[in-house]
């Protein structure tokens, strides 16, 4: 399994055996918390396919991209200061590679190779300043390189991002849709038990009392029911469903609004996927360098004449190419 620092493009090469004695969510928070000191109780797990892995997922849940992406909540905060560190392409390596002397293979050879007469002194120079150019250019080379594999995983990661988002909204609806019908049929349900309760206060009306049982504020079977108690509760039921029917459209324009974010972060990610600038820029510098060490260095060698060579020989090549 490899555990992919979402944000940074870190990888890091897990067995698989670990898996046999601990969940994936406990074995990426394990490692992430000492590869890269961050908080375990502080990361999102997903796996390649967009799935959150929590704490109670199988190995099964990984599925078959052996990926597996982390975030740190505390960073996905648009105000949240990102640690410089994070930001650095392996500066380790990349002192290494600086504070190296670069030399393409066989140059000691063909330094040796090299006439020794102050006449060619110039060649001499020439080729030493490109190859100091060339070794100023390999830490440069070599984070182009750093660079593009980084941002090969974060390519990966966005799209378990997007993938995560769009399985997100997707419950998301269908639980609203469901919310919604269910809405619907208490809706009709207390309708049909509040017109109900309006016949029956009618019927009771129409139903005198006998002689015996009437009095002055009370002639009919409705005046011998707790009436005034029944409508404040019929009035507080109408009420409560006519705020009801405020918070349920408050949470529909909150859902529309939630659904144009998701669809401008998601359109984001597609951007981000689809640019190719820097990994455009990374392969010219990476192919440029390996032009200047295959081809133009050996060329520049090759005007060198080799060691014993008549200084006529300089001239040789010049009249062979010139047209008889």
């Known amino acids: 399994m490899r555990i992919c620092h979402g944000l940074a493009g870190y990888t890091l090469e897990v067995e698989d ?42 190995s099964e849940a990984v599925g078959h991209g052996r990926d597996v992406f982390f975030f740190v ?7 949240a200061d990102v640690p410089a560190d994070r930001l650095l392409l392996d500066p380790g390596g990349s002192a290494s590679a600086a504070g190296s002397s670069f030399q393409p293979a ?9 006439p020794g007469d102050p006449a060619f002194e110039a060649f001499r120079a020439n080729i030493a300043e490109a190859r100091g150019r060339l070794a100023e250019a390999q830490p440069v080379a070599a984070l182009a390189a750093q660079a593009r594999t980084r941002l090969e995983v974060q390519q990966l990661a966005v799209q378990a991002v ?31 038990n509040l017109s109900r309760a309006e016949t029956s ?33 019929t009035a507080g039921v109408q009420e409560e469903r006519a705020r009801l029917v405020q918070r349920l459209e408050r949470l ?34 990476e192919d440029g360098l ?3 060490e295959s081809e133009l ?9 080799r060691e014993g060579a008549a200084p006529s020989s300089i001239l040789e090549g010049d009249r062979a190419t010139v047209p008889g």
């Open 297 to 305: 260095l050996p060329a520049l060698r090759s005007q060198v004449p």
């Open 290 to 292: 390996a032009r200047a």
């Open 106 to 114: 066989g140059a000691a050879e063909e330094d040796d190779d090299l």
């Open 162 to 192: 997007l993938d995560n988002l769009a399985s997100q909204r997707a419950t998301c609806s269908r639980s609203l849709a469901l919310f919604f019908r269910k809405y619907e049929k208490v809706q009709e349900k207390l309708e049909q």
């Open 17 to 58: 055996r670990e898996l046999e004695w601990r969940k994936p969510a406990d074995v990426v928070r394990l490692h992430a918390s000492s590869q890269w000191r961050v908080e375990a109780d502080d990361l999102i797990v997903l796996a390649s396919d967009g799935g959150t892995l929590g704490p109670t997922c199988s």
């Open 201 to 233: 206060m009618a019927a009771l009306a129409a139903v005198a009392l006998r002689p015996a049982l009437q009095g002055s504020e009370r002639e009919s079977l409705a005046d011998a029911v707790p009436r005034e108690r029944i409508l404040r509760f």
């Open 73 to 79: 909540r505390s960073d996905l905060d648009p105000k």
């Open 252 to 285: 529909r324009q909150q859902d529309a609004q939630a659904q144009a974010l998701s669809e401008q972060v998601a359109e984001a990610l597609r951007q981000a996927l689809a640019s190719e600038r820097v990994p455009a820029a990374a392969r010219a510098i």
